[in-house]
């Protein structure tokens, strides 16, 4: 059974960086997209970045693109999200995620890390 453990979240001022991580397991991943959605209080769940498994082929949201770098790391069957320059905006639980069908539709979700920048 997939079980995927998110961690990495915290609170950083406008412009700052953090590194999110999502530990994986029992799922064949060569064969999966892994990627990470956020929800901030009172939105809909949006789209962050993507990952094939196989290839390491990319997705990003328009609203991170050259800001947050999404890869991955076979060894540790880790995903990582580094995010850098920060924003207000970019304040949200972050959830990893996995599945079969593609980067935009999960069917695997972590416990959600928060993610939250200040002014």
């Known amino acids: 059974q997939v079980q995927l453990v998110d961690s990495g979240g915290g609170l950083v001022q406008a412009g700052g960086s953090l590194r999110l991580s999502c530990a994986a397991s029992?799922?064949?991943?060569?064969?999966?997209?892994m990627g990470w959605f956020r929800q901030a209080p009172g939105k809909d769940r949006e789209f962050v970045a993507g990952?094939?498994?196989?290839?390491?082929?990319?997705y990003y949201a328009d609203s991170v693109k050259g800001r947050f770098t999404i890869s991955r790391d076979p060894a540790k069957i880790t995903v990582y999200l580094q995010m850098n320059s920060l924003k207000p905006e970019d304040t949200a639980i972050y959830y990893c995620?996995?599945?079969?069908?593609?980067?935009?539709?999960?069917?695997?979700w972590g416990q959600g890390t928060q993610v939250t920048v200040s002014s």
């Open positions: 995620t996995a599945g079969k069908r593609g980067v935009y539709e999960p069917e695997y």
């Open positions: 029992g799922g064949t991943f060569s064969t999966y997209a």
């Open positions: 990952i094939s498994w196989s290839f390491g082929n990319t």
